[in-house]
């Protein structure tokens, strides 16, 4: 293509073409290669060159808007909205306003519409092309309307139509055995075994192969067959009503089950949801289960029935069915074991050789050895075992039906009767711990609690079973006593002895006072030592002189007790508190006869005044051997006196004073050598505290240098975090106000817009207002045009009235002189008109108007000459 931008000449090669606008007619022309063209000054080059649309064998395009019958330069018909198909012939090129369909913008190389040029659509076997009717046709004899969606089937080749748009290509959709494909119908139609379906319906195409859907049916999904095995059902529910597989009407909820007796594979009809899968129940030997709500013949539910199965056996469970408790053993019993049954209705027990009537509340018990299962009307109460007892080892059993309670003690084997149970006996917690620690609790430094640690059972530490009869080793020497709160008496046993608590039975509990000094209730204990035994304590004196003492005493004592008396078992317990007691009445008295006397004299004769106030006199004058307390039969033997030291300090200090005078000699010559040796041990510390400072300050030089650098190093991290903060804040102010510039703008451009739609506003109304004002301006003129014609035209009719036909008639034969003379008693000049071209004399036009009128006064009317 060569063009003289110049000279307005384009020269088109083969295959190409151009649109040209002639702006005088308005009308685009097209002009085709080889060939050049001159660009008049009333035209305009529309578009190109373009290259001629080509379109291979077995290919097709899409023309938009098509025109017929092209004439060149002369205005054609072209049918917007309408298409043209355009198969494999000699290239076109495309008539102005025609386009092709899908094709890029128009350019200058083949590119931009080859992606427009399509194949024909090859359909290949069990495939389907789908089509949508464009407007109202019949092809084939069938009427289509336009929206009409059908489907062709393959194998073919497709040419395209104008009245057919092309949607795609369907797929089938292959079947595999063990499947089928779920359809559901989109609109009313006929499926492809002639049945008619409604919108919405669903139905199933099972046949193995390739099935293509019509242009009606989606295919929803493809179903599964479920494998049926024997020991695999299906729990299936109807969701609609239907006839299944065993032609066996269904309603909407009704459940059931499919089996592998009834079929090999299951497709779920419509209609029809597989709840879940079932697994075949399988009882072993000496199984069974309690069926409830089972199915009777006619497959329904007979709710509250329970239902019991034995093995060996297997089952499905129907819907509604369920197992109680599960697959559960039989019970098999030993020799020593048994089971407590009670009767939930009557029935008669076939389980014994007298088969007796069994009512309601019934309870009883089956002993072994046997093979129990429990029929529908029974409930186990519990399995029981025989509980084997020791010597000495027992159990609490309490009886339902009174409820009375009793210690069964071995050795023996016991079982429990049909309404006994075991009974828990409640200790308090003191006891508990009292029981674990060997019958005795206080602090870590008392000295009796060692005396207990022999009576601790190893099997109570692990924790006591309430059941069990409780039992306590009574140490040696000791006494226990036990309260019957039910019989309110009370019984002691003395040690060594087993002690065994009754079902109402408890332990007296003994709060003692311990320590050195004496501390109430810092013992708890189960026993009392009956002696012999001592009590060490403190006591705090003060002579006739104020002198202060502190005494440590120990008292031997024991009990005297008649074993077999119970007055004088139970008086050694009638002062809860022996210890405390006898500790308080011995310094009372030791207190009193201390203050009778001097230090001095103290100090001498302690020992005769203590035993003196502790035993006292006889009758005789003569000082006792022993003190015996009536209360509780306790008797003091003895009393040792460990130390006596002053509570003061001062006197405390006086009595040092000729010891520390005895020390200080001795220790003045070790002082003076080890005076010597602490100077020579100084100077050596000395000197190594020097060269210790020297090396403390070299090694402070060093971190000293080392710190001086990490200052350095953070200086810099310093500087630079300021650099780059001030880099970031740099950024963000230059951020901001690039932002704040870019909204300014963005305001005034809103600004700008609001003012500009104002002017255009302002200047469309007074445009409006200038067209207004010209049309009725031109409708004045027109008027006034009108006016003047309709008066020149009745002017004229006047003057022809006036005139006559017979003097018109005598004018039109005369001369061209009578002519002038006519046209000057009219008032017309003899001038001449031209439109620049051609003169045209005004004789030539009175002649025309004279044979005109000639002509016209031939006719009968002569009502408008013109």
Not at 300 to 327: D, S
Not at 603 to 608: C, E, K, L, P, V
Not at 680 to 692: F, H, M, S
Not at 840 to 853: E, K, M, P
Request: proline fraction near 5%; charged fraction near 25%; charge should be neutral.
């Amino acid at each position: 293509m060569d063009r003289n931008n110049s000279n307005n000449i384009i020269g088109i090669v083969p295959l190409q073409y151009v649109h040209v606008l002639n702006l005088t007619t308005n009308i685009t022309k097209l002009e085709t290669g080889p060939q050049t063209i001159v660009i008049q000054t009333n035209e305009r080059l529309a578009g190109g060159p373009f290259p001629f649309v080509i379109v291979p064998p077995g290919h097709f395009c899409v023309v938009k808007d098509p025109v017929s019958n092209y004439v060149h330069e002369k205005s054609c018909e072209q049918k917007f909205g309408e298409v043209s198909i355009r198969l494999h012939k000699e290239p076109f090129p495309l008539y102005p306003g025609e386009r092709i369909e899908d094709a890029e913008n128009f350019g200058t190389t083949e590119s931009t519409y080859t992606k427009a040029i399509k194949p024909l659509p090859v359909i290949k076997a069990n495939y389907g092309l789908k089509l949508k009717a464009r407007r109202d046709h019949i092809i084939g004899g069938t009427k289509r309307n336009a929206g009409d969606i059908w489907q062709l089937k393959g194998p073919l080749t497709y040419y395209p139509t104008p009245e057919a748009k092309i949607i795609g290509i369907s797929s089938p959709h292959i079947i595999k055995y063990g499947y089928a494909l779920r359809l559901q119908a989109t609109e009313d139609c006929i499926d492809k075994y002639g049945k008619a379906r409604v919108t919405g319906e669903e139905w199933l195409v099972r046949e193995e192969g390739a099935y293509l859907p019509g242009v009606s049916e989606k295919v929803v999904v493809e179903e599964k067959a479920y494998t049926l095995t024997p020991d695999k059902a299906l729990h299936c529910r109807a969701t609609q009503s239907l006839t299944d597989v065993r032609s066996i009407k269904r309603r909407p909820g009704d459940e059931w089950l499919v089996t592998k007796d009834q079929l090999d594979s299951y497709i779920p009809p419509i209609g029809v949801e597989v709840i879940q899968v079932i697994s075949r129940t399988v009882l072993p030997k000496n199984s069974y289960c309690v069926v409830l709500d089972p199915v009777n013949k006619q497959g329904h539910n007979q709710l509250g029935k329970r239902e019991l199965r034995q093995g060996i056996t297997n089952f499905f469970l129907h819907p509604g069915e369920k197992l109680e408790a599960g697959i559960q053993k039989a019970y098999v019993l030993s020799e020593y074991e048994a089971i407590v049954l009670q009767a939930t209705e009557a029935f008669t027990d076939s389980s014994t050789e007298d088969s007796p009537t069994r009512g309601p509340g019934d309870r009883w018990m089956i002993n072994g050895p046997l093979q129990y299962i429990p029929p529908t009307q029974v409930k186990i109460i519990c399995k029981r075992k025989a509980i084997p007892l020791n010597k000495n080892e027992g159990v609490y059993v309490r009886d339902e039906q009174t409820g009375a309670v009793r210690a069964v003690m071995g050795p023996r084997s016991f079982m429990l009767t049909a309404y006994e149970v075991l009974w828990e006996k409640k200790l308090p917690d003191i006891v508990e711990t009292m029981l674990r620690s060997g019958g005795g609790t206080g602090s870590g430094d008392i000295r009796k609690l060692a005396y207990f640690e022999q009576s601790i059972d190893p099997a109570i530490l692990k924790g006591r079973d309430k059941t069990r009869v409780v039992t306590y080793r009574c140490p040696g020497n000791t006494a226990v006593q036990v309260y019957n709160y039910k019989e309110k008496t009370a019984r002691v046993i003395f040690g060594p002895d087993l002690v065994i608590l009754g079902p109402h039975e408890n332990f007296n509990v003994l709060s003692l006072s311990a320590g050195k000094p004496k501390k109430s209730d810092a013992l708890k204990s189960l026993g009392l030592m009956l002696g012999p035994d001592f009590i060490t304590d403190f006591l705090e004196v003060e002579t006739s002189d104020h002198a202060r003492l502190r005494v440590k005493l120990s008292f031997n004592n024991h009990f005297e007790v008649e074993q077999g008396n119970p007055e004088s078992e139970a008086k050694i317990f009638s002062v809860s508190d022996f210890i405390g007691d006898a500790c308080r009445q011995l310094g009372s008295r030791i207190r009193g006869s201390v203050a009778r006397i001097a230090f001095d004299e103290f100090h001498r004769n302690s020992t005769q005044v203590i035993q003196h106030a502790v035993f006292g006199e006889d009758e005789d004058g003569k000082p006792k051997s022993s003190l015996k307390f009536a209360a509780n039969n306790l008797v003091v033997s003895s009393v040792d006196i460990q130390s006596i030291e002053p509570v003061d300090i001062k006197m405390r200090d006086s009595l040092l004073k000729s010891v520390q005078m005895a020390i200080e000699i001795a220790t003045s010559s070790i002082e003076a050598s080890a005076t010597h040796e602490a100077q020579r041990v100084e100077q050596i510390a000395k000197g190594t505290l020097d060269r210790q400072k020297l090396d403390n300050e070299k090694e402070s030089e060093k971190e000293r240098a080392k710190l001086l650098k990490l200052r350095a190093i953070t200086a810099a991290v310093e500087s630079t975090g300021q650099s780059t903060a001030e880099a970031h804040a740099n950024a963000e102010k230059t951020l901001i106000e690039c932002q704040s510039e870019i909204d300014a703008a963005r305001l005034k451009a809103e600004a700008a817009e609001i003012e500009h739609n104002a002017e255009l506003e302002s200047q469309s109304m007074l445009r409006g207002s200038e067209l207004a004002y010209k049309k009725a301006q031109n409708n004045l003129e027109v008027h006034k045009s009108k006016t003047m014609v309709d008066i020149e035209v009745k002017k004229f009719e006047k003057m022809i009235s006036t005139l006559g036909k017979d003097t018109i008639t005598a004018i039109a034969n005369a001369g061209p002189e009578t002519q002038v003379n006519l046209l000057k008693s009219l008032g017309i000049k003899s001038t001449l008109i031209t439109d620049g071209n051609t003169p045209i004399n005004l004789f030539n036009t009175a002649s025309g108007l004279v044979g005109g009128l000639k002509d016209k006064a031939m006719r009968d009317d002569t009502s408008s000459v013109y």
